[in-house]
C-alpha cells in the first residue's frame, strides 16, 4: 500500500509524505502505473522546490520521500500543494485499497 502525509502548518500545506509501493495487481517493480503516478506527482514538486532553494527538509530513501517547504514560502506553495494533494486524492478515489492519504497538523 502507498501511504501518503499531506502535512498542515497554520492551515497550509506545508509538505508531504510518501511510503510504501502499489500491490502488484498494478504492476511488478518498475513497471507500476500507480506508483509512477505517484512518484510523479510528489517527485516533481520535490524536485521544483529544491531548484528553487525552499525546502527546510528533504528525506530520499529507497521507497521514502519527505519533504517541506520553508515557512516563509508556505502560501505560494499552496496552488502547487493542492495540485498536488487533488492528484493523489484523484488516484484514491480509483484505487482506495491501493492509497491511502492522511492529514497531519504540524506544530511550530
Avoid at 5 to 12: D, M, Q, R, S
Avoid at 47 to 72: A, P, Q
Avoid at 73 to 101: C, D, W, Y
Wanted: with cysteine.
Amino acid at each position: 500500500m502507498i501511504r501518503v502525509i499531506v502535512y498542515n502548518k497554520e492551515g497550509l500545506i506545508a509538505g508531504f509524505q510518501v511510503v510504501g509501493h502499489a500491490p502488484k495487481e498494478f504492476g511488478v517493480s518498475g513497471e507500476n502505473l500507480l506508483c509512477a503516478g505517484v512518484s510523479t506527482l510528489l517527485q516533481s514538486v520535490h524536485s521544483y522546490m529544491g531548484w528553487k532553494d525552499r525546502l527546510e527538509s528533504e528525506t530520499k530513501e529507497n521507497g521514502i520521500l519527505e519533504f517541506m517547504v520553508r515557512k516563509d514560502h508556505l502560501e505560494g506553495f499552496q496552488s502547487l500543494g493542492e495540485m498536488v494533494k487533488f492528484g493523489l486524492q484523484s488516484l484514491a478515489i480509483n484505487h482506495s485499497t491501493a492509497i491511502k492519504i492522511t492529514d497531519e497538523i504540524i506544530k511550530g
